[in-house]
Structure formats: C-alpha cells, structure tokens
C-alpha cells in the first residue's frame, strides 16, 4: 500500500510539472500578445536581481531584433534575385535579332531554309568618327558586336552605311537612322 501511494504522488508530481511548463510555454506565446509593459515584469518577475531582469529584457529585445533583421535580410536577397533575373531576361531578349519569318514557316516546301534577318536600327551606336587619307570611318556597336565602316560598306547583309565627318546614316529597306557624334 505504501509503494502504491508513492507511485502515485510521483505520477501527480510528473502531472504538475508537465502542466506547469504546458503553462509557461503557453505564456511565451501569448508574450507577443501583452503589452510592453506587460512584457518586462514577465521578464522580470523570474530574475533574482534587478539587473538579471535588465539583462533578460535587452536579450530578448536583441532576438526580437536579430529575427527581424534575419526576415528583412531574407526578403531583399529575394527581391534582388528577382530583379537579377529580370535583368538577365531583358539582357536575352535584347540579344536576340534573328528572326524566323512566319510566312516562312507556314510553308510546306523543306528546300527553303532561309531566315530572315531583322536588325533593330536603333541598337547601334556610333562610338567615334574619323578621317583617314583614303576618307572618313566609323566605329559602331550593335549588343557586343563592334564593326569599322566606310561610306558605302553594308552591315549584316543588307544594311547599307553612309559616313561623313559629322554622322552615319543607316539604310534598310526603306528605313533610316541617323547616328551622330554626341555635342554640339
């Protein structure tokens, strides 16, 4: 009878401590719920000493700041991956320049493999001008390509270059753009 009463205090002092610390887990849930105020003497109301409660208070303000610095790091390195892959996106689509017509490609005849070029213009950009004894060049770049040209070279099979000492005209089917050294 003995060993049975203490069996059973054990089990009800086992019942105790587990409700206990089902309770105190359940306060540092609810602790984001009370007031500052409320906060601090929860802190405090465990620490033997005035300052041990300070100290208690101004290391959970340190984790509370750590975690939100953590969730603000961790939405800007996604914000700036996004916008590195917009970017690359952009970078390709900006890239691209050769086209398949799609009359070309509703065709049922396999012996015309021809594509078709389509050139933006208005990517090139004329980097310098200058004479030579035999008559003015030019350097320009389309994307990453970069061409030396004189008056009357063509670029890319049909895009045909006029050069003088201020300007390159560019001419293709019927469309002109005019490039010209940047001031005055």
Known sequence: MNNCKHTLLVVLLC???AFEAYAE??????S?????EEQRQLLTEHAVFPEEGRQHQQLALSLRNQRLL????????RQLQFQLQAAQA???????????DSSELQTSDESNNEVSYQTDLKRFRLLGIWRRSNGVRAKLAYGE??????????LLGNIVVHVNTHKVVLNIDGKRHELSMGGF
């Open 90 to 100: 952009l970078h390709a689509i900006r890239q691209l320049s050769v086209v398949v």
């Open 15 to 17: 019942l105790i401590c």
């Open 145 to 154: 390509h970069l061409f030396t040209v004189k008056h009357g070279d063509r």
């Open 32 to 36: 984001y719920l009370r007031t500052p």
């Open 70 to 77: 953590e969730a603000q790091a961790e939405s800007r390195a």
């Open 25 to 30: 887990d359940d306060e540092e849930k609810e």
